[in-house]
Each structure stands twice: as structure tokens, then as C-alpha cells.
């Protein structure tokens, strides 16, 4: 059903998924979404933010052909003191002081700024095929825009900005963080 939904994006669709393994039908579906001029941004995972080191390494072998069709790639910064600000998350948040590491476990949605869908399907084979999964599609325009307005100061302050260039995988630094591209 999801992927039928990505159908109807004319604009903008942000997807946050911590295990993202989206199988070449996905990847289709974005790219026929890039190719009618919608921007498509996903946050996902980070190898080091990952607890499933494995579901990375699936996503991974489809990061170079996202980029070349269009996609945005954003991926996790695992330290904390760099996401609390970014998400949004103080002292008494789920972060604690002594995290060594945080990671995504969020599976939400928002296309066009318009439909919010928030559930705990990941973008991946084994959610579609073996896990029972469950989301909810909220159509409304303050749930989207906070939603989207949230995930996208998470892209920018608090993800790693994966961008190819012609000496390969460049990962952008989290504005604000300090850190250097790697």
C-alpha cells in the first residue's frame, strides 16, 4: 500500500525508516516519483547508529543507484549530543547524558505536506513479507507540516548528507555538529 501512495506524490516525500531496504520494486517507485519532478529525501540509519548491522549492509548496496536516480540520502548521526537539538530531545527525553549512541527506530511518512503516514512497517522485505505490521495515514496539513518541519531540521542538523561525487561517497557533516565530511 505504500508504495502505491509514493504513486500519488506530485511534490515532496520525506520517508524515515531506520531499517531501509527498499528491493527493486521500491526502487523503481522512487525513481519514477524523481522522474516527475518530486523530491524524494529518505533518513535512514547510519552504520554506526545501526543495531542491525546486517539490514545496513542490504540498504547499502542500493545507496549508489538511489543517488544516481535522484534520491536524497540522509544517515543518522549516532551521537547524541549532536541529535538532542536536532530532534528535539532534552534532559528528560529518552536520551540520557551517559548514551553512547543513539539510533533511528522512527518509520514515518509525509508526502506533499499533506498525508502523514506513522507506523511500524520499516521500508524493507522482511516487514513487507514476515513481521505484522501496522501504520496509520493521518491526512492532515498541521500534522504533515510539523512532521516534515521536524524531520527536516533532523536531515539538516542531525544526519549525514550522502552525496556522490566523481571521487565517489561523500558524507556531509550535520550542520552545526563540528564534525568533518567523511
Do not use: C
Not at 548496496?61 to 532534552?90: C, H, I, M, T, W
Not at 528528560?92 to 533511528?104: I, K, N
Not at 504533515?144 to 565517489?168: M, N
Amino acid at each position: 500500500g505504500l508504495i502505491s501512495l509514493i504513486d500519488y506524490v506530485h511534490k515532496d516525500l520525506l520517508v524515515v525508516s531506520p531499517y531501509f531496504v527498499p528491493g527493486e520494486r521500491m526502487m523503481a517507485t522512487f525513481k519514477a516519483a524523481v522522474d516527475r519532478g518530486v523530491r524524494v529525501r529518505i533518513l535512514t540509519n547510519s552504520l554506526a547508529s545501526n543495531d542491525a548491522p546486517v539490514a545496513h549492509i542490504g540498504y547499502a548496496r542500493y545507496r549508489e543507484q538511489l543517488l544516481k536516480d535522484g534520491v536524497e540520502l540522509f544517515e543518522l548521526d549516532s551521537d547524541p549530543s549532536n541529535l538532542r537539538a536536532a530532534f528535539g530531545v532534552g534532559s528528560t527525553g529518552s536520551a540520557t547524558p551517559q548514551a553512547q549512541r543513539m539510533m533511528l527506530h522512527s518509520k514515518v511518512l509525509v508526502l506533499d505536506g499533506q498525508l502523514t503516514v506513522i507506523g511500524s512497517m520499516n521500508l524493507d522485505q522482511r516487514s513487507k513479507l514476515q513481521n505484522t505490521e501496522i501504520a496509520v495515514l493521518v491526512r492532515s496539513d498541521t500534522l504533515s507540516h510539523t512532521a516534515g518541519q521536524k524531520i527536516e531540521q533532523a536531515l539538516r542538523e542531525g544526519a549525514w548528507h550522502v552525496v556522490a561525487t566523481d571521487r565517489g561517497l561523500v558524507w556531509r557533516a550535520p550542520e552545526g555538529s563540528g564534525l568533518e565530511d567523511a
